[in-house]
């Protein structure tokens, strides 16, 4: 079981996004703490009255990794998620292509189809092509990595004999797609590595406009799904798990982590290989930065071999 460490989100309109601790300095002892993984969201023009009900600035992820990537040496530096219709696909393919690059390549590509109108409508991307947009993505990214000229023509965009450099220093970099939907599975049997549902319960997945994850067995039956599929269309490699692990009271004085490193076992069984955490503040509070170094030392302490 590998572990990820999510930047907090603070929430509310007046929280800033640094209030958890400096990004570097976080970064850093997420790495010395024993976490696998570093995490940002992505959210470029939420709307206040999202954030007024719960929702969350973000800091840009790929300037945020590239950040945290030179103050690291092993870390994996992961978007979680970015979202992919907001972006050209041949600016997001050399985004996440300079990040892998100059990391060494650490970067993992989490991105989903979004889910917030307003936020489309901010950056005038129809809502309603969001799916067509995606689809588009997942095809232009392999051949833009690959450095060789190539031509492509999507509903959206077209593009002639171009030839897109760096090459990554992986070939590909891992995709992870999230979300709940048949739609995002069979996405990630032909084309992700990586499966990312939401975790979150029947409010966040209506907010999310996705379906509820089930219970642990239906978890269990999906990713076998997914690799099943996989497997059938003549792919070998391994397609992850990943699971935000929604808890409070991980860490802290008196705590007991024998329940939740039983939560994780269970997790494991059911074909689970990342775990993602996170510290968390209230709608409209700000998060004291001693309190997400102590939970980075104290979780690295309590569940990371």
Same mark, same amino acid.
């Given at each position: 079981m590998r572990f990820i460490f999510h930047y907090p989100e603070t929430g509310g309109v007046d929280a800033d996004v640094l209030d958890p601790g400096p990004l570097g300095e976080v970064a850093r002892t997420a790495e010395q703490a024993g976490f696998a993984g570093f995490s940002l969201s992505e959210h470029p023009a939420p709307g206040a009255r999202w954030l007024h009900a719960g929702g969350h600035q973000t800091l840009d992820p790929f300037v945020s990794l590239g950040y *945290?990537?030179?103050l690291t040496q092993r870390?994996? =530096?992961? /978007?979680?998620?970015?979202?992919?219709?907001?972006?050209?696909? &041949?600016?997001? +393919?050399?985004? *996440?292509? %300079?990040?892998?690059? =100059?990391? $060494?390549? @650490? +970067?993992?590509?989490g991105i989903g189809t979004g889910y917030l109108k307003g936020e489309f409508h901010a950056l005038g991307v129809d809502f309603e092509e969001r799916n067509t947009l995606f689809d588009e993505t997942l095809d232009v990214l392999p051949l833009h990595w690959r450095g060789e000229p190539f031509?492509?023509? $999507?509903?959206?965009?077209? !593009?002639?004999?171009?030839? +897109?450099?760096? &090459?990554p220093v992986q070939q590909p970099i891992p995709i992870w797609i999230g979300g709940n939907s048949a739609l995002s599975r069979r996405r990630v049997a032909r084309a992700a590595h990586g499966w990312i549902p939401m975790s979150g319960g029947a409010e966040l997945s #209506?907010?999310?406009? /996705?379906?509820?994850? #089930? %219970? =642990?067995?239906?978890? *269990? @039956?999906?990713?076998?799904?997914?690799?099943? *599929? +996989?497997?059938?269309s003549g792919r070998t490699d391994h397609i992850d798990l990943v699971y935000s692990y929604n808890h409070t009271g991980l860490t802290g004085p008196g705590v007991d982590p024998g329940p939740h490193r039983e939560a994780f076992a269970e997790l494991a069984r059911a074909g689970v290989d990342?775990? /993602?955490?996170? %510290? @968390?503040? $209230?709608?409209?509070? %700000?998060?004291?930065? !001693?309190? /997400?170094?102590?939970? =980075? &030392?104290s979780f690295g302490a309590d569940y990371i071999e």
């Open positions: *945290a990537a030179a870390i994996r =530096l992961i /978007t979680y998620l970015s979202v992919a219709p907001y972006r050209n696909p &041949m600016l997001l +393919a050399k985004a *996440a292509a %300079t990040l892998d690059k =100059l990391s $060494g390549g @650490r +970067a993992v590509l031509s492509y023509t $999507g509903k959206h965009f077209s !593009a002639r004999d171009v030839q +897109a450099r760096p &090459m #209506g907010t999310a406009r /996705t379906p509820q994850l #089930g %219970t =642990l067995e239906d978890l *269990a @039956r999906k990713i076998a799904d997914i690799r099943s *599929a +996989a497997a059938d990342w775990i /993602t955490v996170s %510290t @968390r503040a $209230g709608v409209h509070d %700000t998060l004291d930065p !001693a309190v /997400t170094f102590d939970f =980075l &030392m």
